[in-house]
């Protein structure tokens, strides 16, 4: 990955999770860049926001997430002179986001310079091939950054079933464990009876004797 841009400091800014009392505000920004409002709307959950100490929401940046791979897509800001220090606030958090999701890639289609200097790169064809279908048909140009290494799917296979293998060896263990204990346990009880049984016999030949 590039050398990251440090943002501009923005202290009085915070980014979250966008929630539904968001919307209106979302709604909003994404009209004012022509974007589907219909379609985000249902989808605003996807959104990463910029609120400033007063609670005004000075941006946004969707992050669609599929598999191992995540798409940035409808960002949206009141002031695109401030856009790359927004830019740079968004982009640490959903690195944050994208992590906690395991992602490996994440891909976007946008054509500020600013995603080009943080890392983002043209993808290959070959590249391509990994691209999830619901991101979507747009013939712009697909960029993406790669955060991590990737597991192959065998490896991946391998060692879920060596988990699953040893899992069961311990389901085993404890199972056999409790066959033990319990095998003690009706072993003494089975011992307690035989000897209240002999205490009853003794008893009951004396009493016979004492007639």
Not at 25 to 35: A, M
Not at 60 to 82: I, K, N
Not at 157 to 176: C, G, N, S, V, W
């Amino acid at each position: 990955m590039k050398t990251m841009i440090s943002p501009v400091s923005t202290p009085a800014l915070q980014v979250r999770r966008a929630t539904v009392d968001d919307l209106p505000r979302l709604i909003e920004l994404w009209q004012q860049e022509n974007l589907p409002c219909a379609d985000l709307e249902g989808r605003f959950k996807e959104f990463q926001v910029l609120e400033n100490g007063t609670g005004h929401i000075a941006g946004a940046v969707g992050l669609q997430v599929s598999g191992q791979e995540g798409r940035l897509h409808s960002e949206a800001f009141e002031d695109f002179g401030q856009a790359d220090a927004l830019r740079g606030l968004v982009w640490d958090r959903i690195q944050t986001v994208a992590r906690n999701h395991g992602l490996v890639r994440v891909w976007a289609q946008f054509t500020s310079p600013y995603w080009r200097a943080i890392g983002f790169d043209y993808a290959s064809n070959e590249l391509l091939t990994k691209l999830p279908n619901n991101f979507g048909a747009d013939r712009t140009p697909w960029m993406c950054v790669k955060l991590r290494e990737e597991v192959p799917a065998v490896a991946s296979l391998d060692k879920e079933f060596a988990m699953f293998r040893e899992t069961q060896k311990e389901e085993r263990e404890k199972i056999m464990r409790q066959a033990r204990i319990m095998k003690m346990v009706a072993g003494v009880v089975a011992t307690l009876v035989l000897i209240l049984i002999i205490a009853w016999v003794v008893m009951f030949l004396k009493v016979q004797r004492a007639r």
